[in-house]
């Protein structure tokens, strides 16, 4: 019998600073506002918060400072911000804020940031995202920028390569079951679980 205990890490998406809810990263639903869910997981003792911001990728810009500030101040547990990093100095930035860790999903192909960041902040702050997608014959291939690039690359060797690189963490989603309410990919979580 395992030891570990579950842990809870709720991942919450926003955007122009209010929080939504997608559903196969489209269509997204407002849900009302990003800091007062914080303040709702404290309540609720979470182990880690994941927030993500779903929209500075695609709108090439900066993370929003001021709310990854409002976030870090409400928190009472580890937090982690992924969403339009592209820079160690951005990743500096949010790490001054408070947050604990950062999500890296579109600059992370190539794996020159994730290995700059690792080598500078630690790999126990830099988590790699991976989403996935099924493809043809029952494959499975990873996509970027909020699902809109298909990096044409299995998952389980994309996740290898990011462990080369220096992620100490991976953050994967299924792309085609995000916000159905149908559960996980456990297939895929096996897969890349037993490799990395």
């Known amino acids: 019998m395992s030891s570990l205990r579950p842990r809870v890490i709720p991942c919450l998406q926003f955007a122009a600073g209010e929080l939504l809810k997608t559903r196969r990263f489209r269509d997204p639903i407002y849900l009302g506002d990003p800091v007062n869910a914080v303040k709702l997981f404290n309540d609720l003792e979470c182990d880690e918060l994941v927030m993500v911001d779903i929209r500075a990728t695609l709108e090439s810009r900066d993370p929003d400072y001021a709310l990854i500030g409002e976030f870090a101040t409400e928190a009472f547990m580890p937090l982690t911000y992924g969403g339009g990093i592209s820079s160690l100095e951005q990743i500096s930035r949010i790490l001054s804020i408070g947050i604990e860790k950062v999500v890296i999903g579109s600059a992370a192909p190539g794996g020159e940031l994730i290995a700059a960041a690792a080598a500078v902040f630690g790999s126990q702050?830099?988590?790699?995202?991976?989403?996935?997608?099924?493809?043809?014959?029952?494959?499975?291939?990873?996509?970027?920028?909020?699902?809109?690039?298909?990096?044409?690359?299995?998952?389980?060797?994309?996740?290898?390569?990011?462990?080369?690189?220096?992620?100490g963490e991976l953050f994967v989603q299924s792309i085609d079951l995000e916000g159905g309410r149908s559960g996980y990919d456990i297939a895929l979580m096996r897969d890349i679980s037993a490799a990395v």
């Open 125 to 167: 702050s830099v988590v790699a995202a991976v989403d996935v997608r099924e493809a043809a014959r029952g494959r499975h291939e990873v996509w970027t920028h909020s699902a809109t690039r298909n990096l044409r690359v299995d998952p389980v060797r994309y996740a290898l390569q990011l462990q080369e690189y220096g992620a």
